[in-house]
């Protein structure tokens, strides 16, 4: 089980946390001009690395609150992103 | 009753299966990925379109991915049209494939239970069942009291926290041995002279334009008429280096067995809703898997927490597991789609062809998967059964959403 970094609560077991995938995926800012390409990677395409992975979890036992860590998706190692706290997600 | 050795009638280990040769530096067909997907494919362009000048090129060790990792349930009772076109298609294979490879495969067709704990999910289910008997493959719904009659030590009783209410039932479905899969289409594509590369790791693509042309790997560039990419979880890797884009995320499967034990569990038992499947292996384990944990991964584990919230259905559905010692737990990378169907087709380079996407349940489909992909590779054009499976499903919207019937939480 991984120890998650919340910005708030500090370090805590995974299993209080709900996972989110990537982060930093915008809606699109005009959407009336998306074509069905643009529409279906919006969607349904995300990143996949075996490697670093910027990713959003939500302290759903906890503060109930969402942030960004950076982690290794091979090792799982996980760090803060600088920006933890600051980023969000439109949806 | 006499007592009988678990065990007793596996065949022998066998010593000698296919040759381990180098690679050659071209062959007509090069696939990426040594597993059953990538062997059975393999099988089908030798044996249905007549390429032999191939080579099947594995990372590791043959098989020794997701295929030795699954929990080896075949069934092919999905709802939808497309879906139920390449299991049933797949599962008829089964039924021939331990005659046409000549070997042993422990192809069981005890059936498999769907359990529904639900109003909504009894309904959901009858409709599955109709769907399925409209596309000529064998199922009925089945009430508490005959579940109980095929499976006697599933507990039905009320007063736990999700009931059964009845179940979905597949004869035809079953287990088969996943090694033994693999060794028989390993050794009947070594006999056609076709190269089995292991240790061969693919770290590129050779290209001329939009056409691959080869593939660059740990033991040298192999240049290729055709490459096709059979590598289950590590697809997004592979494509990643032609700055190719795929709608999967890869996640930890993870699955556990039992010590061995007397025969005590006659068929497969799957839930959704508790999350847990469980069959009896031929030696004695009782075989578990649930749904796959939520983070992207490729690091063949998975938590704890999973396995302890599988292990809690399991222990209510079957109280008599209490006293079961759980011998070993692992964990496989699987790439799941946004509508937990595959991907199987044509790609925008020429030459190079993708199969992936199969999530949770790819073992069942191996033959299926093996019959079509070939066709696939050997006419440049999908076969009519995974035409739907295309990637521009993605762009189109014609989804084919299975997360009912893919029996799994991705």
């Known amino acids: 089980m991984m120890l998650i970094p919340c910005p708030w609560c500090g370090p805590r077991d995974e299993s209080e946390f709900h996972y989110g995938g990537q982060a930093d995926v915008r809606y699109p800012e005009n959407p009336g001009t998306v074509s069905d390409e643009e529409w279906g990677r919006f969607l349904f395409y995300r990143d996949n690395p075996k490697g670093v992975f910027a990713e959003r979890w939500v302290h759903a036992a906890g503060c109930r609150r969402w942030f960004n860590v950076e982690r290794d998706t091979l090792t799982n190692e996980i760090r803060p992103a600088h920006d933890a706290t600051t980023r969000t997600v439109t949806r | 009753m006499t007592p ?175 090694d033994y899969v693999a060794w028989g289409f390993a050794r009947a594509l070594d006999r056609m002279g076709v190269d089995l590369v292991q240790n061969c790791e693919v770290t590129g693509f050779e290209r001329v334009g939009d056409r691959i042309v080869g593939v660059e790997t740990t033991r040298g560039d192999i240049r290729a008429g055709k490459v096709a990419l059979a590598a289950a979880g590590h697809t997004s890797v592979l494509a990643d280096s032609l700055g190719l884009r795929l709608p999967i995320q890869s996640h930890p499967l993870q699955a556990l067995v039992s010590e061995l034990l007397e025969p005590v569990h006659p068929t497969v038992v799957m839930s959704n809703a508790v999350h847990v499947y469980v069959s009896q292996a031929h030696k004695g384990e009782l075989v578990l898997g649930a749904g796959i944990d939520a983070y992207n991964s490729y690091s063949q584990r998975g938590a704890f927490h999973t396995i302890e919230r599988q292990m809690a259905a399991a222990v209510e559905l079957f109280p008599m597991f209490a006293r079961a010692h759980v011998l070993r737990t692992w964990g496989g990378v699987v790439d799941v789609t946004p509508d937990a169907s595959a991907i199987m087709g044509l790609t925008p380079f020429e030459g190079l062809y993708v199969n992936c996407g199969w999530g949770t349940g790819g073992f069942k489909a191996t033959p299926g998967v093996g019959w079509c992909f070939a066709h696939t590779i050997a006419h440049d054009e999908p076969h009519p059964l995974n035409a739907p499976f295309s990637l521009d499903r993605f762009t189109t919207g014609a989804l084919i959403d299975e997360h009912g019937a893919a029996g799994v939480a991705h």
């Open chain 2, 4 to 178: 009988r050795t678990p065990g007793a009638d596996l065949p022998d280990h066998p010593d000698w299966l296919w040759r381990n040769p180098d690679p050659k530096p071209s062959y007509d067909v090069v696939i990426v990925g040594g597993g059953g997907h990538g062997l059975a494919t393999a099988y089908y362009l030798a044996k249905n379109h007549g390429i032999t000048n191939m080579a099947v090129v594995e990372r590791g060790w043959l098989a020794g991915g997701n295929m030795a990792r699954n929990t080896t349930i075949i069934r092919s009772n999905y709802l939808w049209d497309e879906s139920a076109g390449l299991y049933e298609h797949a599962l008829k294979l089964w039924e021939g494939l331990e005659d046409e490879l000549d070997y042993p495969l422990l192809f069981s067709q005890r059936g498999v239970l769907n359990l529904a704990h639900s109003l909504q999910e009894v309904r959901d289910s009858v409709r599955r069942v109709n769907a399925n008997r409209l596309n000529g493959i064998d199922a009925e719904f089945l009430d508490p009291a005959q579940v109980k009659e095929i499976c006697p030590i599933l507990n039905v009783s009320d007063d736990i926290r999700y009931p059964v209410l009845g179940a979905t039932w597949q004869p035809r479905a079953g287990i088969a041995k996943h």
